[in-house]
């Protein structure tokens, strides 16, 4: 199974460019098929990740027990998925920010 249906009845698939899951609602068209997922339309999920700096402070901060005057937005960067899932297979377009733009890769199978 390729997809799974959580709690609050997202059907979730994980991205492998991402490194973790993405959720689509009943705003997507699905074809109902947990092995060969196909969603319409595109799915596209802008976030933030901490760079190495900012890992490295938030890991410092977490360490010395998380003080209040620590409590400082870590450095990030912005980031972009978007994709088609389409037959069981990601497409990732080009504007992704991960090192899969642009590549067309299999969804990866998920635990019930």
């Known amino acids: 199974?390729?997809?799974?249906?959580?709690n609050d009845g997202r059907l979730l698939f994980y991205c492998e460019g991402c490194k973790c899951h993405h959720g689509v609602t009943d705003s997507w068209q699905f074809n109902g098929d947990f092995n060969k997922p196909t969603f319409s339309p595109s799915i596209l999920v802008r976030s933030?990740?901490?760079?190495?700096?900012?890992?490295?402070?938030?890991?410092?901060?977490?360490?010395?027990?998380?003080p209040k005057e620590g409590a400082v937005p870590f450095e990030s960067v912005p980031t972009v998925c978007h994709s088609f899932v389409t037959d069981g297979k990601i497409q990732y377009l080009n504007d992704c920010t991960h090192e899969l733009a642009g590549q067309t890769?299999?969804?990866e199978e998920m635990d019930k």
């Open 48 to 66: 933030t990740k901490m760079t190495e700096k900012g890992e490295a402070d938030w890991e410092a901060w977490c360490n010395a027990g998380c």
């Open 105 to 107: 890769v299999e969804l």
């Open 1 to 6: 199974m390729k997809v799974s249906k959580a």
